[in-house]
């Protein structure tokens, strides 16, 4: 049973501040990961995917990846209050033919003005 | 790029009825994705489609459920006696190959009385 674990939250920080959001996976055969952003009552947005050990950036956004410690996280610079949503972490492994996305249930950030 | 586009965005029917939802992924991607979500959590897988072929199938995914696509187009995702219990977001997501980045449909809000 390939499982997603996210702190469910709410997350608040500052406008302006680093918002740090995590996620783990339990599949150690995952291969791709990726972040979606969700407003309440809309679908999935894609904000960053990675899939090779390190950092990405982009703009505001770094993606993190560990495959060692099965941890994937996203930092969120100079948060602002448009940025306040619910994150969700999202794992595909494609060994075997499956290429389905595993979410967990997702981080709820809100940004303080 | 007009982005993947789910018919109709609210379903409300009676207990028992047959609803089918319709999805027109992006244009040039081959595979697509059904994904269900309720209140507080993470999508969840329901079916996939690589062209017309459908190559996987959630174990969620009862018998009442059918999925098709029957040209590598559109799909269509019909639940049959509808229950309490199907009362979601049918989410629609299409990419282009092997773990590259999924892209959501604004989705169908199916609300059963």
């Known amino acids: 049973q390939k499982e997603v674990e996210q702190n469910s939250g709410p997350l608040s920080v500052p406008e302006g501040a680093i918002a740090s959001l995590n996620c783990t996976y339990s599949?150690?055969?995952?291969?791709?990961f990726f972040w979606y952003r969700q407003y309440s009552g809309k679908s999935p947005e894609l904000i960053m995917f990675?899939?090779?050990?390190g950092d990405k950036e982009d703009g505001r956004f770094t993606a993190q990846l560990n495959k060692a410690s099965q941890y994937v996280s996203l930092l969120i610079r100079d948060s602002q209050p448009s940025d306040s949503a619910t994150y969700l972490c999202?794992?595909?492994?494609?060994?075997?033919?499956?290429?389905?996305?595993?979410f967990g249930k997702g981080t709820k950030l809100s940004v303080i003005p | 790029d007009t982005g993947v586009s789910q018919d109709p965005r609210h379903k409300i029917t009676k207990r028992g009825q047959n609803v089918t939802f319709r999805c027109d992924p992006i244009?040039?991607?081959?595979?697509l994705y059904w994904y269900r979500q309720t209140l507080g959590q993470g999508p969840e897988f329901l079916t996939y489609?690589?062209?017309?072929?459908?190559?996987?199938k959630s174990r969620l995914l009862s018998d009442r459920f059918s999925a098709e696509r029957p040209k590598g187009s559109f799909s269509t995702l019909e639940i049959q006696r509808t229950e309490q219990g199907d009362s979601a977001m049918y989410l629609c997501?299409?990419?282009?190959?092997?773990?590259?980045?999924?892209?959501f449909g604004d989705g169908t809000r199916l609300s059963i009385l």
């Open positions: 999202a794992v595909n492994y494609s060994g075997a033919g499956s290429y389905q996305l595993t």
């Open positions: 599949d150690r055969g995952s291969q791709s």
């Open positions: 990675i899939y090779s050990n």
């Open positions: 244009s040039e991607h081959n595979r």
């Open positions: 489609f690589q062209n017309e072929a459908q190559l996987e």
């Open positions: 997501a299409s990419n282009g190959g092997a773990g590259q980045p999924q892209h």
